[in-house]
């Protein structure tokens, strides 16, 4: 404990909202953190916002895809673990939910890192 009684703990666990019983912790942001996020998305995003303006649909579609690639690196940087949910007879990992889970936990997931990130309700959508 610090000489001021207060803690701090880097990753928070919240009880997931679509599955009874499953839980998950996610990243709280630091300096660093939102550093190291920033530049993971920071390139994938230029590239899908320059073909989402596009009005061809192939670069739509790659931006579609580009868009799914930024919320992979979301949940790959803020998703620290997941507890009672087994996923092919196995306990889910990050890794293997992201993989292979169901996709309303890791929606849920997702929503609540970018939350986390403090992201506002429009860039949550992108």
């Not at 703990?9 to 920033?38: H, K, P």
């Not at 990992?93 to 993989?99: D, F, Q, V």
């Amino acid at each position: 404990m610090s000489r001021s009684g207060e803690k701090y703990e880097s990753t928070v666990w919240c009880e997931s909202e679509t599955r009874a019983g499953v839980r998950f912790g996610i990243r709280r942001v630091s300096f660093g953190r939102r550093i190291e996020l920033a530049r993971r998305i920071r390139e994938i995003g230029h590239r899908a916002e320059f073909l989402d303006a596009s009005g061809d649909a192939r670069e739509k579609m790659d931006a579609a895809v580009m868009a799914a690639e930024i919320d992979r690196a979301y949940l790959e940087w803020g998703l620290v673990g997941v507890e009672g949910l087994e996923i092919d007879g196995a306990a889910a990992t990050a890794a293997t939910l992201i993989e292979s889970g169901p996709i309303e936990v890791a929606a849920e997931v997702l929503a609540r890192i970018k939350r986390e990130c403090g992201l506002t309700e429009d860039e949550r959508k992108n």
